[in-house]
């Protein structure tokens, strides 16, 4: 870092080997105001319900209307992505800070994204003193002089990140999920009040909420189309993803990286990482109430060798809401079957089959007539929808705050997940209090053993 360079500040040497306690000190902070006692994000002390009501927004800022900086953490595709939404989102916007665990990755976006914003270069702003590598990256890039993150790193390390970005009064994009594990959650949940409390945008990255077609359709259940919810089943069936074989120069911690989706501490499994989009669209069309419980049943048909991890490949999810309703989520990540990705709801005067990859949107009577049918614009992409919103309401000085919510939603995923690996029944109390943290004691590049593979009935709820 030079005197050369305006836009970044001092930044802290790189670490060598950040420790399990050092990765989660930035989320403790978001636990030390009053309102949010029982809410740590280390997970040391329980709940004994949800996290305490939310204290009162300060008032609206003032309109933003200077330039904003964007930093950018975690380089995969879906950080290019980000990268590339977020700069369309706002003429007035540069990318000015990159961070990742794995230098070529930072490489590979920076020049995707360089490429797709050519014929506004100036925007992508990125000189090597702000090109940041190693699992202290995230604090390097929030010290760089942003004014908005893009948190699109291993889901494991989203609840550090966000609680750094909101302690430096940062703006976020958050994807999802937001948490693999429940200290992650009330960490969250903490970072999301802070943030509501400093006037800062968060909005997290489900992104069928900002979806056209979702949004009426779903408006449509919320208005009564189908009379009372009966039931929701909701389906994320597909093939599995990427394996990318061990080789000779990567340490046990970078093969894990390199294959971070069949590994349970960094992904929360498919069902927490991928499958969560149905398990959020669940939970919207009853209005975001929670269960009572959760049964989940799950495993491994298919799945062996060393890139497969730990993961399943498959669970079948039953929600328990008050007053008997149930709910139920399936998901499957197997090659070679069929696929699918819809949502059925059923009322008492009707039922709702959505499905945003053919797309359907469709109510119809028991008797099957067709009574609404979404016939609005599709051609609007959900992905920079949901930078649009973010960006427009951070200059209105409203900015948008779903991160309870995103909380809320992925601990939906991380419950049926607790279900499945050990065999119970599990509350939503006993997972918003569970004490079981996957960070690892120690990230380096170096010796990763990897977990054993969940036995129900045999693993312990923790």
């Not at 039931?231 to 911690?253: C, F, G, I, N, Q």
Request: with cysteine.
């Amino acid at each position: 870092m030079t005197s050369r360079d305006p836009i970044a500040k001092s930044t802290p040497p790189a670490a060598a080997n950040l420790s399990r306690r050092a990765l989660l000190s930035a989320a403790a902070s978001a636990a030390i105001l009053p309102a949010l006692a029982g809410c740590r994000s280390t997970g040391t002390e329980p709940l004994a319900s949800a996290p305490a009501p939310a204290p009162a927004p300060i008032p609206p800022a003032a309109p933003v209307t200077g330039p904003l900086r964007i930093g950018l953490i975690g380089c995969g595709g879906r950080g290019t992505g980000a990268a590339v939404q977020a700069l369309r989102a706002d003429k007035n916007t540069r990318l000015v800070a990159m961070g990742d665990v794995l230098p070529d990755r930072l490489n590979a976006c920076l020049n995707a994204v360089s490429k797709e914003m050519a014929e506004e270069a100036a925007r992508v702003d990125v000189p090597e003193s702000r090109r940041f590598v190693g699992f202290d990256s995230y604090q390097r890039v929030i010290d760089a002089g942003v004014d908005v993150v893009l948190l699109t790193s291993y889901p494991q390390f989203r609840p550090a990140h966000l609680a750094a970005a909101v302690a430096a009064g940062k703006h976020v994009f958050a994807e999802k999920p937001v948490a693999v594990d429940a200290p992650g959650v009330r960490s969250v949940i903490a970072s999301a009040r802070l943030a509501q409390q400093k006037n800062l945008g968060l909005l997290v990255g489900f992104c069928w909420r900002y979806h056209d077609g979702m949004r009426a359709t779903f408006d449509q259940l919320a208005k009564g189309a189908i009379g009372p919810v009966l039931s929701v089943h909701t389906t994320y069936h597909t093939s599995t993803l990427a394996r990318r074989p061990r080789k000779p120069e990567w340490s046990d911690m970078e093969f894990q990286l390199r294959n971070w989706w069949h590994f349970t501490w960094l992904s929360g499994d498919h069902i927490v990482e991928q499958a969560v989009h149905s398990i959020d669209r669940l939970s919207w069309a009853l209005g975001d109430r929670i269960p009572e419980r959760v049964t989940c049943l799950g495993g491994r048909a298919a799945r062996s060798g060393p890139e497969h991890g730990d993961v399943y490949d498959n669970f079948s999810a039953i929600f328990e809401y008050p007053g008997g309703l149930r709910a139920f989520h399936t998901t499957r990540q197997i090659d070679s079957c069929p696929s699918d990705n819809s949502d059925y709801v059923v009322g008492v005067n009707g039922r709702c089959e959505i499905n945003g990859w053919k797309p359907v949107y469709a109510i119809r009577d028991h008797a099957g007539k067709k009574v609404w049918n979404y016939t609005g614009r599709d051609d609007r992409d959900m992905y920079q929808t949901e930078h649009d919103e973010l960006f427009a309401s951070i200059r209105a000085g409203r900015p948008i705050n779903d991160g309870e919510r995103g909380a809320s939603s992925t601990l939906l995923a991380i419950m049926a997940r607790m279900a499945a690996y050990t065999g119970q029944t599990i509350t939503w109390e006993q997972a918003m209090n569970s004490q079981q943290n996957l960070t690892p004691e120690s990230l380096a590049m170096g010796p990763a053993p990897s977990a054993e593979i969940a036995i129900p009935g045999r693993t312990k709820f923790i």
